[in-house]
């Protein structure tokens, strides 16, 4: 029994029965993706959706109508706005106008239309700005006209000037009844649902923050409820449909691969035991023949494909006729090459092989079985062939060596131009050597160093920078406290009145604590930055020591009038650092926040895990306006108000700096408008693992 299926597996007419089951496979996947493609009208995306607001077609839709108004409220705005020429920007009047002096780019847009249009040397530049502005007027009217066409959605769009509505709804509280909306008003702008935003700019900047008039502008839209009822109806009916055929695609499919692997499997073969290979008739044609039929009918399908389905459209019995036989013999012509592979005789029987092979052997067997005569006539007769080969081909190969030196020669003189004018001193020349041979690795090693020793320079070109400007910093606030210290103790010396002499302790009090804290933060700077800092890592409780020390400034919070927001996880987070290096970079920060924030502003301080490390964000309003880069900040004795009123010393962000980077963790401030934001990496350690070690 076990030996009569096994011949019934590998059976002529179980082979005939499998391919033509999987031709049959192939006419239910055309049949099946045709009307899948009729029902969804090309919006194959409906299988993978969930609903019909989260789908691609209303999506589209949704974008279309957004993307109309916006023309028209931001482009075009009227119909005289049109004719007068507005809608033509100056590249295009550069681009149209032949004289290049016809355009001045100082003048009005409005001017310049006026100017080609009446002063216009040429009449061609006149009748191409005509149609410009008659083809912009076409489109104009062709956008309302498409509005006008259906009832919804709703719309209300205005900028204080042109309106363009078919509801007598203004008011945006309105539109936020509406299931679907979007709301432009201003510079703010809001869609629902959510799913809606567009995954490019469309509603983002620039286009959402428009030339003209930006606070008069506003965009209402608005579908109604029986309107997406009645849409997501239709669309689940396409859904339900398209979704049946699908999963007969999804049969089709796996019943062709099923079936192509059983032919490929037993192809050549009469049971799975049977280790030779039983070759057809038709497996004497070549395999580099069959291979060009393979490419060849490929190439005419999708050709007559293409052809057909853009002069015919899409026809059933077109697509069947073509594809049906194409797909039998490109299968047939496969496992004839399949065979092949199995009996090892892929190259061996390629009509090339057979040729050069025979050749080989034919000159091989006369000077094997021939005569001394018969050997010299074959060297005889070979040679001169060989010769004239070498001599026919000896001026090209001559010519390329020739051409390689050459070239070889000029990329090394490049080179050797290159380095000496960098030798000069002229640090911006790059070697620019196409290819990836030595020379051109040479060149870019070349350069590599050019820009090391580039940076090198600008690095201590901005260490000069630096040290000029911490002696000047250094001397301006240190001397303003030691002015005061003189000039109060030489007033003190005089002065018999107690209280004024009572006032000028107090300012001796408060101007020695200044200088001392001036050297303080000077001599931690030093220390930090060398390194020089004993620093004792451990598991530290990062809510708990935000939390401590928020409380031990408290005092402070509510003289500035500040508000402090903690965002913080539930459960615990724990970091490795050193607790009071930890908590003096965090009370740096904290008194940068203090001195330069706005009163009366908040306070965000988040934590966050983020795998490997935990981020504590601190982040502020400030109150002077910020007009340094965040690099500029973190150099010594640099504060945010250029007066340098302020209390702060300029060091507690480099301080901050040095500190977290002593504890293998990372500093960043960013800013952002008046926008402060600092930002402390500390790697993390796991909460489980904190818990045992505890």
Not at 25 to 36: C, D, F, H, K, R
Not at 211 to 239: C, H, M, Q, R
Not at 432 to 456: T, V
Not at 521 to 548: M, T, Y
């Amino acid at each position: 029994m076990a030996t009569k299926l096994k011949k019934f597996s590998h059976s002529i007419f179980v082979k005939i029965v499998v391919f033509l089951l999987m031709i049959a496979s192939v006419a239910g996947l055309i049949y099946t993706s045709l009307n899948i493609f009729k029902i969804t009208n090309g919006n194959i995306e409906i299988l993978f959706e969930n609903s019909f607001i989260e789908s691609s077609s209303f999506k589209i839709e949704f974008d279309y109508t957004i993307n109309q108004l916006t023309d028209l409220i931001d482009i075009y705005k009227s119909e005289e706005n049109i004719l007068e020429g507005n809608t033509i920007d100056n590249d295009e009047l550069e681009m149209y106008s032949y004289n290049d002096d016809a355009v001045d780019s100082e003048t009005s847009l409005t001017d310049e239309v006026a100017e080609v249009l009446v002063d216009s040397e040429t009449d061609a530049t006149s009748e191409i700005i005509q149609e410009r502005i008659a083809d912009e007027l076409k489109d104009f009217k062709r956008i309302l006209k498409n509005l006008e066409l259906e009832d919804e959605p709703i719309y209300y769009v205005t900028d204080g000037k042109n309106t363009f509505s078919n509801t007598k709804q203004t008011k945006k509280e309105q539109f936020e009844n509406y299931p679907v909306y979007y709301i432009s008003e201003d510079y703010d702008w809001e869609i629902y649902p959510s799913t809606l935003h567009p995954n490019h700019s469309l509603y983002g900047y620039p286009e959402i923050y428009r030339s003209a008039n930006p606070e008069d502008t506003k965009i209402f839209v608005g579908y109604t409820e029986d309107y997406i009822d009645t849409l997501s109806k239709e669309w689940n009916v396409n859904k339900t449909a398209s979704m049946k055929e699908f999963y007969v695609l999804l049969v089709c499919a796996a019943i062709f691969i099923l079936s192509f692997i059983y032919l490929i499997v037993t192809t050549g073969r009469d049971s799975f035991q049977d280790k030779s290979v039983h070759m057809h008739p038709f497996d004497k044609l070549y395999v580099d023949f069959n291979l060009i039929i393979i490419l060849f009918l490929t190439g005419i399908w999708l050709i007559s494909i293409d052809h057909m389905l853009f002069y015919l459209g899409i026809t059933n019995w077109t697509i069947y006729a073509i594809t049906l036989p194409v797909m039998a013999i490109l299968m047939i012509l496969l496992l004839s090459l399949t065979r092949h592979l199995k009996n090892k005789t892929f190259f061996k029987h390629s009509l090339f092989y057979t040729i050069v092979h025979g050749l080989y052997l034919f000159v091989k067997d006369i000077y094997d079985s021939g005569s001394v005569g018969i050997k010299v006539v074959i060297i005889v007769i070979l040679y001169p062939i060989i010769t004239t080969a070498s001599l026919f081909f000896f001026p090209i190969t001559i010519g390329l060596a020739v051409w390689f030196a050459l070239k070889q020669v000029k990329k090394f003189k490049q080179i050797q131009e290159g380095t000496q004018l960098m030798k000069e001193g002229n640090l911006q020349h790059q070697i620019n050597l196409e290819g990836k041979g030595e020379f051109a690795k040479l060149a870019s090693n070349i350069n590599r160093i050019n820009e090391g020793f580039k940076q090198a320079v600008h690095n201590e070109l901005k260490n000069e920078r630096m040290k000029t400007e911490l002696i000047t910093n250094v001397s301006h606030d240190i001397r303003t406290p030691l002015t005061s210290l003189i000039t109060y103790t030489d007033l003190l010396k005089t002065e018999t009145d107690p209280e004024k002499i009572q006032e000028y302790i107090g300012i001796l009090d408060q101007k020695s604590k200044r200088l001392k804290g001036l050297t303080d933060d000077l001599f931690a700077a030093a220390k930090a930055s060398s390194g020089d800092i004993p620093v004792n890592l451990q598991q530290i409780d990062l809510v708990a020591l935000i939390n401590q020390g928020i409380g031990e400034v408290s005092e402070q919070i509510t003289a500035k009038k500040l508000i402090f927001k903690v965002n913080e996880p539930t459960e615990k987070v724990y970091v490795t650092a050193d607790g009071k290096l930890l908590w003096r970079s965090i009370e740096n920060i904290l008194s940068n926040i203090f001195n330069y924030a706005l009163e009366g502003s908040r306070v965000y301080i988040d934590i966050t895990n983020q795998g490997d490390w935990t981020l504590i964000s601190f982040k502020n309003i400030s109150k002077y306006e910020l007009n340094v880069t965040e690099e500029e900040l973190m150099e010594r004795f640099k504060r945010g108000d250029d007066s340098r009123t302020s209390q702060g010393s300029g060091l507690g962000l480099s301080i901050t700096k040095s500190l977290i980077e002593n504890q293998n963790g990372k500093f960043k401030i960013k800013i952002d408008g008046d926008l402060f934001k600092s930002m402390i990496y500390l790697p993390s350690v796991d909460h489980v693992d904190s818990h045992e070690n505890e």
